[in-house]
């Protein structure tokens, strides 16, 4: 019996090394150690041996298996091996190709411009506020220093509803409706962003439709040079902290003293070029002291307060900013322009 | 407003400041320099020659050949094509060497057969506008009608090589819309000396009382008026220094009588009027508001229509001018006129800006009245003309100006302490500067200490209050040397309402989703107004529209984003750019009750989307946008902002797919609609499949609730069930699921629609619909019997209800 199952083991051996799927595999198992295999037929003549050679030859019988079993599963684990190699060889795809689209929608430059400065100045305290599109002409005109009869507010210039509503001409009537608010106490510190309407047919740099975002600071002892200073911040933030800035003395019914703000020209760096028509510098807004006018109208004492307040076209600088050419197409919602600037 | 640097210097010591150092220093004190023009030409090349002797070329019939003396020891020869050359005249000869304008540069030369050494020139050639050229010498050489050396540089005598500013003058700064004032400006920048005119003139003994009487009939509108009578004058060219000048500022010469009215309104500000005294008609000037339809003919041929908010210079009985904006035709000065009557007055500023703005008649004049002139200088302007017209016209001034009226003006006094102007500022500025800045500005002020008092003279009638005098001391001292501060006082937290942050939060999830932010114009047309308007909006009023609109594109104020948004798809789709997706958050404008009342501007979002939504080119994947993609935008915004549930409620609208369009509602009220855009509307803007959102966020807004109750996450298990039904195609899903709902209390969590099916193996106009449903009981674990009750009375209920069948 031991020379059977030495032949037995070499038979199962060599089926083993023969064996290539995991099914004949599986077939060489059930031969040799299934139920009605050939250890267990070779253990069943065990009854026919001497009590001595029992023990004998049932340790080797079970050697046999244990080697068998052994080789089985090393074959089995090779072939495993294989399979899996050679599915994912069948499983090779093109990594170059494109992958699938996914949907990138994202804001308007416009939008994303106003957003930007609000989240600058409301980390300098400042809060957001707005007003209605369409004003009264009180708001809109005379509480902000422009009685009736004054040139600026020449019908030809503003889209009227009735003789006492048009559309709002700036964002200033805010900055009255404020104050008003606030009856006659400080601080207030509001940054107003939203969109205007004049009479101006649309071309390259016209739009009857705009946006403007403007900031106010009343409080006891505001002076031009906070005014200069917060301009300085806003500046720097929105065009590098390379350029310098500059006011020159200007006019605005709302405020005096009133002032522009330019910046040093990027294009040229001060030398002048076509961009800041030779003058090294390119106006960004306006500003100045809140007129005490406007703080009386309002119910603030403007011997006691005074206040800054600033304004400028959030057009104007994303053109400057990104060098767009035609102030329409901010408006016309060509994707091709649209999504040249969501990354910004 | 354009200023000479040559004029300039003659009031003000500026020489040897660059032209643009001069200009930034203005720009940087006052007043915007918008840009240098000229030198148009300065070459020492050219100079004044003299014809000696002008003969027909031998070769050429239409060329002379000029012997010019042009100051050296020979005579030039010259080929000249000019048909007016002639012996005798002082001419502008380029030398060889010399460039012109456009390039040319002058070399010698032979001109069939002879030579020529130089060009003799027109004014055109020297780069003079053709405007400022005079008729009689545009198609030929100029030539000097007054006495001048040869072979001095001809440049400046022709005024070539100025330079010139031109001012972009806010209107607070009327006192630099003149020269004089320009003066007073440099001088206070530079701390310069100023040499300005002090007219005088000798008066003849005969009055100008006995030629003219003055009557105002209307003070508020005409304050003073001052006429006085020029005899002996004789109408010819202006001397050239004085053409110069008007060419300089922009100013066409016309003859000397024209030429001296302007230039005094170029110098002291103050507009001028010469009538002629014999076609004038009468020996009174009647000053009076127009006739209600009154008529007068004006300079420039045009009949005006008058009202009696405009003034009239009159004769007594018809009118000479539209005050302060143009003369009249029938007494102008012409060039037989020997006697003027000279006007200078003071008009009210708005009842100008009102005639000239009706009549559309900008004038140099009338945007000086506008802005108000200097009351005190009125009479010292008419002087001046008066000195003129002695000097350059021969005529003789008719003993005193006959005046009515008042050039007397409130005088303005500003008391401040000097703090009051640093605290302003920022500054420490000393009494020492702040009383040099004043004298530089040659404001009449007293300091006591630290008081001061300024009394602004009438030419600074901008200077009224003390923070008009912050802008002078801040100008004067310069904005660059003002500190950079930022604002000491108590600090504020700032940030964003609710609204706004939720707004913020709106823009976030929709890009997210792929939609890109547009932005369209809120005014609209009348059409547009009347379409994709939400049926909560209460739409029997027309929408809120302008009283003057520039077009009819933008009218009206728009009651949604939607049809502005489809305007944008079709201008991308015309691009080819197909696959599109849009939203704007913005207002509409819902028109109130009442005239004068404000319309409720409603913050709504809406959206439009085309083309391919799922897209998987190479693997031939190609979905276009359906109901449910924007559907399921819609629902994931409300999901993420709301709790209570948004109802999807079939609706038919005007202008959307009847069978693929619902309402939108929470708790019960409408807040907007979601569909197909139907197939006619598709044609119309070209699109194809096109679905639509319009949803108003306020109402949204309203039902976010920013501290939700938190409900701990149970560990007991959730059980899950199937359940499919057939039912009839036209019941919804909304409808069964209301059911699930009510019967599967208290455990029921969720529904879920998992299958929807219908066609084949299905009876005609069935379809059947699988729910998954959840059941959970938070406080133990549930039993399966439990379960199966509620879900047997679902089934029950469903039956009953729709004739429905459970299906498999
Ligand atoms: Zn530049």
Redesign the interface.
Same mark, same amino acid.
């Given at each position: 019996m031991k020379e059977r199952l030495q032949s037995i083991k070499q038979e199962a051996i060599t089926e083993i090394e023969a064996a290539d799927t995991q099914k004949s595999l599986q077939d060489v198992r059930v031969q040799f150690l299934g139920k009605k295999g050939k250890i267990t037929e070779v253990l069943k003549g065990m009854g026919k041996l001497s009590k001595e050679e029992r023990p004998v030859i049932g340790q080797l019988a079970n050697e046999v298996r244990d080697e068998i079993t052994a080789s089985i599963e090393e074959k089995a684990d090779l072939l495993e091996k294989q399979a899996i190699e050679e599915q994912l060889k069948a499983e090779t795809i093109d990594v170059t190709l494109p992958g699938r689209p996914t949907h990138t929608g994202g804001p308007h430059i416009l939008m994303k411009t106003i957003r930007d400065i609000e989240d600058l100045f409301i980390g300098m305290g400042y809060e957001v506020a707005e007003g209605p599109e369409v004003e009264t002409d009180y708001y809109n005109f005379e509480a902000l220093n422009l009685p009736k009869g004054h040139p600026a507010r020449d019908m030809q210039d503003s889209f009227y509803i009735t003789e006492e509503l048009l559309m709002r001409t700036h964002t200033s009537p805010v900055q009255a409706r404020t104050l008003n608010a606030h009856e006659g106490r400080g601080p207030v510190k509001i940054i107003c962003p939203g969109k205007v309407y004049r009479r101006d047919t649309d071309d390259a740099t016209h739009s009857h439709q705009f946006t403007q975002i403007e900031g106010l600071y009343v409080d006891e002892h505001i002076t031009m040079s906070d005014l200069k200073g917060t301009l300085n911040v806003l500046a720097k933030h929105l065009f590098g902290e390379d350029r310098e800035i500059r006011l020159r003395p200007s006019f605005f019914p709302f405020t005096e003293p009133s002032v522009e703000m330019d910046i040093s020209c990027k294009v040229c760096n001060g030398d002048g070029c076509s961009v800041c028509k030779h003058t090294g510098w390119i106006e960004i807004l306006g500003a100045g002291l809140v007129h005490p006018n406007v703080l009386e109208m309002a119910g603030f004492d403007s011997k006691k307060y005074t206040g800054f307040a600033f304004g400028m076209g959030p057009e104007r600088i994303a053109m400057l900013k990104y060098g767009i050419e035609d102030i329409r197409h901010f408006y016309t919602n060509d994707v091709r322009f649209l999504k040249q600037f969501h990354q910004v | 407003m354009l200023v000479s640097i040559n004029w300039l210097k003659e009031y003000v010591d500026i020489e040897g400041i660059p032209t643009g150092e001069l200009a930034?220093a203005i =720009?940087?004190?006052? $007043?915007?320099v918008?840009?240098i023009h000229g030198p148009i030409l300065d070459d020492e090349k050219i100079v004044v020659g003299y014809v000696e002797a002008c003969e027909q070329h031998p070769n050429a019939d239409k060329l002379n050949l000029c012997q010019v003396n042009v100051g050296e020891d020979e005579l030039a020869q010259i080929v000249c094509g000019a048909p007016n050359v002639a012996q005798g005249q002082y001419v502008v000869a380029a030398r060889p060497g010399a460039r012109l304008p456009g390039g040319l540069k002058i070399k010698k030369a032979k001109l069939r057969g002879e030579a020529s050494e130089g060009m003799i020139c027109s004014l055109q050639e020297l780069g003079v506008d053709e405007k400022f050229v005079p008729d009689h010498q545009k198609d030929g050489i100029f030539v000097f009608d007054e006495e001048v050396q040869i072979g001095e540089p001809a440049c400046p005598l022709l005024n070539l090589d100025d330079q010139v500013l031109e001012l972009d003058l806010?209107?607070?700064?009327a006192d630099c819309l003149n020269m004089v004032g320009m003066a007073y400006e440099v001088a206070a920048i530079y701390n310069k000396e100023l040499q300005l005119p002090s007219p005088t003139v000798t008066k003849a003994d005969e009055s100008s009382n006995d030629y003219i009487a003055v009557r105002i009939e209307n003070k508020e509108m005409n304050p003073y008026y001052g006429a006085w009578i020029i005899k002996d004058l004789e109408v010819k060219s202006s001397p050239l220094w004085l053409r110069n000048r008007l060419i300089s500022a922009g100013i066409r010469p016309i003859n000397n009588l024209v030429d001296i009215t302007n230039y005094v309104l170029l110098e002291y500000g103050q507009p001028l009027h010469a009538f002629d005294y014999d076609r004038f008609g009468s020996k009174e000037v009647v000053t009076r508001p127009a006739h209600e339809g009154e008529t007068m003919t004006t300079l420039d041929g045009k009949e005006r229509t008058l009202q009696p908010e405009h003034l009239l210079i009159t004769n007594g009985e018809k009118p000479h001018a539209l005050a302060g904006v143009m003369g009249g035709q029938d007494s102008e000065v012409q060039d037989d006129t020997t006697t003027i009557l000279l006007e200078a007055a003071y008009f009210d500023p708005?009842t100008v800006?009102k005639a000239s703005?009706q009549h559309n008649l900008r004038s140099e004049a009338s945007a000086r009245f506008?802005k108000g002139v200097d009351l005190t200088r009125v009479k010292e302007a008419a002087m001046r003309a008066a000195e003129l017209y002695e000097e350059l016209a021969g005529g003789t001034i008719l003993g005193e100006m006959v005046e009515e009226g008042s050039t007397d003006r409130e005088p303005v006094q500003i008391t401040f302490e000097r703090h009051e102007i640093n605290?302003?500022?920022? =500054?420490e500025l000393s009494i020492d500067q702040m009383n040099d800045i004043l004298e530089r500005l040659r404001l009449p002020y007293e300091q006591q200490g630290e008081q001061y008092t300024v009394t602004p003279p009438s030419r600074r009638n901008d200077l009224r209050?003390?923070?008009?005098m $912050?802008?002078e001391f801040?100008?004067l001292y310069g904005?660059?040397h003002?500190?950079? =501060?930022?604002?000491?006082?108590?600090?504020?937290?700032?940030?964003?309402?609710k609204r706004?942050r939720l707004t913020?939060e709106v823009?976030a999830y929709?890009?997210?989703?792929?939609?890109?932010?547009?932005?369209?114009?809120?005014?609209t047309t009348e059409e547009k107004s009347k379409h994709f308007v939400s049926p909560e909006i209460q739409t029997d009023q027309e929408a $809120?529209?302008?009283?003057?609109?520039?077009t009819d594109l933008?009218s009206h104020?728009r009651l949604s984003v939607i049809p502005e948004l489809l305007s944008?798809l079709q201008?991308?789709v015309a691009?080819n750019?197909y696959n599109?997706?849009?939203?704007e958050l913005?207002?509409v404008?819902l028109p109130n009750e009442g005239?004068?009342v404000?319309?409720r501007?409603e913050l709504r979002v809406a959206a439009a989307i085309t083309g391919i939504?799922e897209?998987?080119?190479?693997q031939g994947e190609k979905k276009p946008v359906d109901f449910f993609v924007l559907k399921g935008i819609l629902e994931g915004l409300f999901n993420y902002f709301l709790k209570d549930e948004v109802i999807f409620e079939k609706a038919n609208l005007d202008g959307l797919h009847p069978g693929r369009t619902a309402l939108l509602k929470l708790n019960g009220e409408t807040v907007g609609y979601i569909g197909q855009l139907h197939p006619f509307v598709q044609k119309d803007h070209d699109l194809d499949d096109t679905y639509v959102f319009d949803l108003n966020l306020e109402k949204v807004f309203n039902h976010v609730d920013e501290t939700p109750d938190y409900e701990a996450i149970t560990k007991y298990p959730a059980i899950s069930q199937d359940l499919a039904f057939v039912v009839n195609a036209e019941i919804t899903a909304k409808e069964i699921e209301d059911i699930i709902y009510e019967q599967g209390q208290p455990y029921l969590k969720t529904i879920r629609v998992f299958d929807v099916y219908q066609g084949e193996h299905m009876e005609e106009g069935k379809k059947s619909i699988a729910f998954n449903l959840t059941f959970q009981n938070n406080e133990r674990t549930l039993k399966d019997d439990e379960v199966d009750e509620l879900r047997e009375r679902i089934i029950q209920k469903v039956k009953a209800t729709y004739q429905a069948e459970l299906r498999g």
């Open positions: - | 930034e =720009t940087k004190t006052g $007043v915007e918008d840009g806010t209107p607070n700064r708005r800006r703005s506008e605290e302003r500022i920022g =500054t209050i003390l923070e008009d $912050v802008e801040a100008r904005y660059d003002i500190p950079y =501060t930022l604002p000491t006082g108590q600090s504020n937290k700032g940030g964003l309402t706004q913020r823009h929709l890009q997210k989703t792929g939609l890109n932010e547009a932005l369209t114009y809120s005014l $809120v529209k302008l009283m003057m609109p520039m933008h104020l944008s201008y991308n691009r750019q599109l997706g849009f939203y913005g207002s404008y005239k004068d404000l319309p501007e939504w897209n998987h080119p190479w």
